[in-house]
């Protein structure tokens, strides 16, 4: 049984830093594509990062030059490194795992950029 659990949510003020992670078991991550998503209220969710199986990784515009996202195959744990935090940035981030056929999410943890 596949799971994801995220950590590292927290209140960070403008210009900040967090990092969140993302323990999977179940999966080897190195075998998986895997991805940041996150939602703010009222919106849709939408992809931050992603990671293919590969290595190869991919952002959007809006983090572009500010989030890292990475993985510790040893650990068998993915994370997103955000830098230069925004208020914009406020929302749900959400962990997400693909193998073959099937996506498996986390819970979520919440990142709020606030003064």
């Known amino acids: 049984q596949v799971q994801v659990v995220e950590s590292g949510g927290g209140l960070v003020q403008p210009g900040g830093s967090l990092k969140l992670s993302c323990a999977a078991s179940?999966?080897?991550?190195?075998?998986?594509?895997m991805g940041w998503y996150r939602q703010a209220p009222g919106q849709q969710r939408e992809r931050v990062a992603f990671?293919?199986?590969?290595?190869?990784?991919s952002y959007s515009d809006s983090v572009k030059g500010r989030f890292i996202i990475s993985r510790d195959n040893a650990q068998n744990t993915m994370y997103l490194q955000m830098n230069s935090l925004k208020p914009e940035d406020t929302a749900v981030y959400y962990c997400?795992?693909?193998?073959?056929?099937?996506?498996?999410w986390g819970q979520g943890t919440q990142v709020t950029v606030s003064s």
């Open positions: 990671i293919t199986s590969v290595g190869s990784t």
């Open positions: 997400y795992c693909y193998v073959p056929g099937t996506g498996y």
């Open positions: 179940g999966v080897i991550v190195s075998n998986a594509g």
